[in-house]
Each structure stands twice: as C-alpha cells, then as structure tokens.
C-alpha cells in the first residue's frame, strides 16, 4: 500500500483482502478515540486498552466476514458491546466472590439459616439470570456493583428513563418470583412472635 489512504471504501476492501498496512492504518485512526471512549465507560486503562485490543484483534480475524458500511459506526458499536461484555464479566465475578463467601460462613452458623440463606440467594440469582439481557445488565450494575441510574446511563450512553424503567421492571421481577420466599419469611417471623 503506498501512502496513507483516506478513502474508507478503499481501506476496507484491501483489509478484507488482508493487507497489514490497511489494517495499520485503520488503527492508526481509531486507536486513540476508542481508547478515550473505552476508559470512560470501564474507568481503569488497562481495562480501557484490553476493549481496544480486542475489538481491533476481532476485526483482523473477521475481516473477510464483516460486512462494514460505517467503520466509525462500527467501531464505537464494538466498543459499545465491549464494554458491556466488560460488565458482565464483573457482575459474574463478584456473584462468585459472594458465592465463596457464603460457603465459607463460620460454621458455628445455625445451619438452617444458612441453608434458607442460601436458597433465598440462588433464587435471587437464578431470577436475575432469567431476566431480559438488556434489563439483567442494567439491574446487576444498580443493585449489585451499586451505580446509580446516572451512572449507567452515562456508561452505556442510553438515557435515564430507560434506565429506571429496567432498573424497575428487574425489581417486579423480583418481586413476582420471590413472593413464596415472602411470604414463607413472613410466616416465620409471625410464628416466632
């Protein structure tokens, strides 16, 4: 490839052909902005760069398969995704961390209530993954990592009423699966007065 090539129609064809120089370019471009863009949305840069390293290694390898109209459009989206994909791997890790956390309580626990304790948690758990995907990840970055709605319209660029709106349809959700478990818990409570 001579020279720098601006035309994007141009840079994609030889990039589907599998011409590095293209590729180069195309990163020379986008690097630095999706890196900007990445960083406000995950807050750490290593974070940052691994979302652009992988959007960037997801392009090489695809590159015969990809059909791009927009390269600009469609690189912020890949970012768009990332991140959530970034979120979500969060979200995993610290319900395993919880998880390891509740088996490791002091065994000197009464063991029906950590058995209940349990149950009440992997049905709080197996009722949020039963959720729509895009409700799920809203509804985990609110109420297990604790952003607030702000936040997570601001990090996923989509706006406030949207956001309570998933926020409130992940708690009726809830509240509609765990009823048993209320009620159950208000019996109990009732007979020990």
């Known amino acids: 490839m001579e020279g720098i090539l601006t035309n994007e129609a141009e840079l994609l064809q030889l990039l589907r052909q599998g011409d590095k120089a293209a590729f180069e370019e195309i990163y020379h471009q986008f690097r630095s902005r999706l890196y900007r863009t990445a960083l406000s949305k995950v807050r750490t840069d290593e974070n940052a760069m691994e979302i652009v390293q992988e959007i960037f290694l997801d392009l090489w390898q695809r590159r015969e398969l990809v059909q791009i109209e927009d390269l600009e459009r469609y690189l912020y989206t890949a970012v768009k ?11 995993q890790r610290k319900l395993y961390a ?6 490791s309580l002091d065994e000197s626990s009464d063991t029906e209530e950590v058995l209940a304790y349990n149950e009440l948690s992997q049905s709080i758990f197996s009722c949020i993954e039963k959720l729509p995907e895009k409700t799920r990840v809203i509804f985990e970055l609110n109420r297990i990592q604790c952003q607030t709605a702000d936040e997570i319209s601001q990090m996923l660029d989509i706006p406030l009423r949207t956001v309570e709106y998933h926020i409130t349809q992940g708690l009726k959700s809830l509240r509609t699966n765990l009823k048993d478990y209320i009620i159950a818990l208000l019996l109990s409570v009732t007979h020990l007065l």
Request: hydrophobic share 35%; proline share 0%; aromatic share 18%.
């Open 81 to 91: 995704y990332k991140v959530l994909d970034f979120y979500k791997k969060e979200v």
């Open 98 to 103: 919880e998880s390891v956390k509740l088996n």
